[in-house]
């Protein structure tokens, strides 16, 4: 079904549940390796490929990364949850069932600010639960012609399924509250939220009702989502389908929906199952989860400063303009990045502008990460200080701040070696305007004539041939004394 023009009385109501993997070294409970892209089938042991009398161990460090992301949502962390069996047959599922938390779940009762609203007001969407439990494998449906390959690699990776209230009620509140999530779980080390790795994944619930209408109409389950961009394009879709069908007098069946991106449309995959089909029950397996107060105290004091405060404190301490602030705080990696720079130059704006239009753009056009990139956030307020003071012409930092991307070597060290020191000496600025009037002598006659406005052009001419190094306000004067006479 391919979008259409829906009436405005329809209202679309939106809640998501997001799988989030772990970042953790080893499975939820077995010492298998989590590593993406190993060989098919190489990270896999008796636990989770189910073989008889192996029994699950739970991950700790997996308990503390899923309490740490709750405390982030403002969950309450129950201090005892259970796990269950989630009885369900797939190919990738040796078991037959996934261990997952059903009645009793780790976290209940959060939520997430995703803006605000023309008022002021916050827009806020809940979170209904936090629960752990454990990945399936995968089905490789393009590896052979006639039949499907399964990899248990990814079987037991640890997971924390975050479920949102009905609260979004366009797909760009969607998209913006996705995007804050990732921030957020980003932020606090939880997972990398790789959606190409498959370490984020969405699952969109979607239904339409009459606007004012309190009572939900059924929904349908939007999967097959592999971005943010793609959820807001079928959640659209979706919800165009549903306002049709009502319209014509039909009813919506709770069913499980695929977003096919390359047709721009969504269609049919099975009926929605309910509780019930999944026939939960505790897993006999593990005992119920028990965590101390202590533990959660603990668990909360880890949690970084978070994007929302860090953006107001920026606000405040650095006086940075929105777009600054937006794009600096994109990442924790990189707002450290900034604050070490700015810290050590003492010029906050500055900063800004060398870690967006430097530090970013040389790690786009590498594509490494911020993390072995060879400018040091020292070494860049050195280059900024060298400037402030006069020692390196603007022009010129950005050929020292090339070659410290390529060498790692101090501003300093750059600026002698590569002759790009700032050069106020007459003798040696006549000598470069000499040589441009002799290899542009039409500009030159026409200068000194009186066509002032080719004084920015000859400059220019200057500043290429001292490779940024010459005085420019110097050089205006040499030429505007000899256009003189």
Known sequence: MTATAVRTDWEMVVGLEVHVQLRTRTKAFCNCSTEFGAPPNANTCPVCLALPGALPVLNVHAVELATRAALALDCEVNLVSVFARKNYFYPDLPKGYQISQFDKPLAEH?????GHRADGALIRVGIERVHMEEDAGKSLHDRYASATAIDLNRAGVPLIEIVSGPDMRTPEAAGGYLRALKQILQYCGISDCDMEKGSLRVDANVSARRMGEVKLGTKTEVKNLNSFSNVEKALALEFARQVELLERGGTVQQQTMLFDGAKGEVRPSRTKEGSHDYRYFPEPDLPP?????????????SIPELPEKRRQRFVDEYALGSYDIEVLTSSAELADYF??????????????????????????ASGESLESFRVRPADLAGLIKLVRDGIVAHSAA???FAEMVKTGDRAEQVARR?????????A???GWIDEVFAEHPVEAQRY???????QGVLVGFVMKKSRGSADAKKVNQLLAARARG
């Open 428 to 430: 040696a600025l006549v």
């Open 398 to 400: 950005r050929q020292v």
């Open 339 to 364: 604050e070490g720079v700015a810290r050590q130059s003492d010029d906050p704006k500055a900063a800004a502008n060398w870690t967006i239009n430097g530090v970013l753009a040389a790690l786009n």
């Open 110 to 114: 959060g939520h997430l600010v995703i």
């Open 289 to 301: 989860l028990v965590l101390a107060q202590d533990f959660v105290d603990r668990m909360r004091h």
């Open 418 to 426: 590569e002759g790009l020191v700032r050069v106020d000496d007459d």
């Open 448 to 454: 000194v004539a009186g066509e002032k406005k080719l």
